[in-house]
């Protein structure tokens, strides 16, 4: 086995990957982008979730919020539902492990607050649970998937956003959803201080 020319391919895959998606995905982006801002500038937040590897991207992108990205601004109303071992794993032992996100967003997510629901196969049971609470509460979805968009991609509604990455491989679809949450982040940044370049 040749490490070297393996790990190339894993870079020049990834590199494809991102390129491939920019059509599918461009759009999309923009137009989540649009209804993060609204959200905000309303005195919304953006509540987010996910599971491994997703529940790190929620958390990732609630900190770029929070703090900042790359431009000093103000702090970003944002939360990642991955974070409170207690109420996670209270959730988990007294009702079903497929609450643990539906319970935070039906106790913390307000009419006109923004649900983005991150699972690279889009068939995650918690996530989907969580889309289903955001949807009662009035509230806007944007869904980060992969792999066609599972069974998440028929829950949304008219106005929610999907940004699925056109691949099948979890690591690639990753890749590109790490990418798609620093645009989510440049764009609201760019839309709220008003940066033109």
Known sequence: MDLIERISRQFHDSAQT?????????????????????????????LACGNGGSAADAQHFAAELVNRFEM?????????LTTDSS?????????DYVQVFSKQVRALGQPGDVLLAISTSGNSPNVMEAIE??????????????????????QLKDDDVHLCVPADRTARIQEVHLLALHCL?????????????
Not at 72 to 80: G, H, K, M, N, S
Not at 185 to 197: F, R, Y
């Open 133 to 154: 609470a955001a949807h009662e509460r009035d509230m806007r979805v944007v869904a980060l998937t992969g792999k066609g968009g599972g069974r998440m991609a028929e």
């Open 87 to 95: 109420t996670l794993t209270s959730i988990a032992n007294d009702y």
């Open 185 to 197: 982040c440049d764009g609201i940044d760019c839309l709220l201080l008003g940066v033109e370049e």
């Open 18 to 46: 991102k390129l491939s998606a920019v059509d599918a995905m461009a759009a999309p982006l923009a137009g989540a982008v649009e209804v993060m801002t609204q959200c905000l500038l309303n005195n919304g937040k953006i």
């Open 72 to 80: 000093e601004r103000p702090p970003l109303a944002a939360v990642a």
